[in-house]
Antibody, heavy 122, light 107 residues
Framework: QVQLVESGGGVVQPGRSLRLSCAAS????????MHWVRQAPGKGLEWVAV????????YYADSVKGRFTISRDNSKKTVDLQMNSLRTEDTAVYYC???????????????WGQGTLVTVSS | DIQMTQSPSTLSASIGDRVTITCRAS??????LAWYQQKPGRAPKLLIY???RLESGIPSRFSGSGSGTEFTLTISSLQPDDFATYYC?????????FGQGTKLEIK
């Protein structure tokens, strides 16, 4: 079955960096776009970034553009989110998600990881 | 960016009730809309995609409709497991925005 397991969350000071990782299994990883979606404590969902199945394309929310970088390694079946210049408003649970559509991406997510909490605080 | 507005924000209902949640887009998104269910402390679960297509394994009491700017999620007969928060998401264009959520509570 499809499994997505995030890691790398923790407490970090404003301005510092953190790298999240997501390990995927149970599906043809190299055929699907992958997303990161976040949820601030007690708040709604916010889409963060997407990377195409072949890693040739990536898009970001305006709130993280220029600070966050999504990447993937199809040989290891992992997708990462490098987060630089972190702000207090980046505090959230970060979910790794699998896109619904094969060989491209739609924007909808049919599988979600359990999430990893990032807390940005001094 | 396309803004997604859900109504109501909170909905109180009883087991067996038929409930409808509305999601409005600030501009046309064709049928590129998904609905998710989230329970406390859990990741969201995809219920509906492309406005009306039921995800595999989701009970048939869930249905979606609409196109353009107005969409609805209907639960035909509420079950105890359905009390949760529901989100719509547009995936017509970047950024892929979500509604603010509708919390479905037991009356």
């Amino acid at each position: 079955q499809v499994q997505l397991v995030e890691s790398g969350g923790g407490v970090v000071q404003p301005g510092r960096s953190l790298r999240l990782s997501c390990a995927a299994s149970g599906f043809s990883f190299s055929s699907y776009g992958m997303h990161w979606v976040r949820q601030a404590p007690g708040k709604g969902l916010e889409w963060v970034a997407v990377i195409s199945n072949d890693a040739h394309s990536e898009y970001y929310a305006d709130s993280v553009k220029g600070r966050f970088t999504i990447s993937r390694d199809n040989s290891k079946k992992t997708v990462d989110l490098q987060m630089n210049s972190l702000r207090t408003e980046d505090t959230a649970v970060y979910y790794c998600t699998k896109d619904l559509l094969r060989d491209f991406w739609s924007g909808a997510s049919d599988y979600w990881g359990q999430g990893t909490l990032v807390t940005v605080s001094s | 960016d396309i803004q997604m507005t859900q109504s109501p924000s909170t909905l109180s209902a009883s087991i067996g009730d038929r409930v409808t949640i509305t999601c409005r887009a600030s501009q046309s998104i064709s049928s590129w809309l998904a609905w998710y269910q989230q329970k406390p402390g859990r990741a969201p679960k995809l219920l509906i995609y492309k406005a009306s297509r039921l995800e595999s394994g989701i009970p048939s009491r869930f249905s979606g409709s609409g196109s353009g700017t107005e969409f609805t999620l209907t639960i035909s007969s509420l079950q105890p497991d359905d009390f949760a928060t529901y989100y719509c998401q547009q995936y017509n264009s970047y950024e892929y925005t979500f509604g603010q959520g509708t919390k479905l509570e037991i009356k």
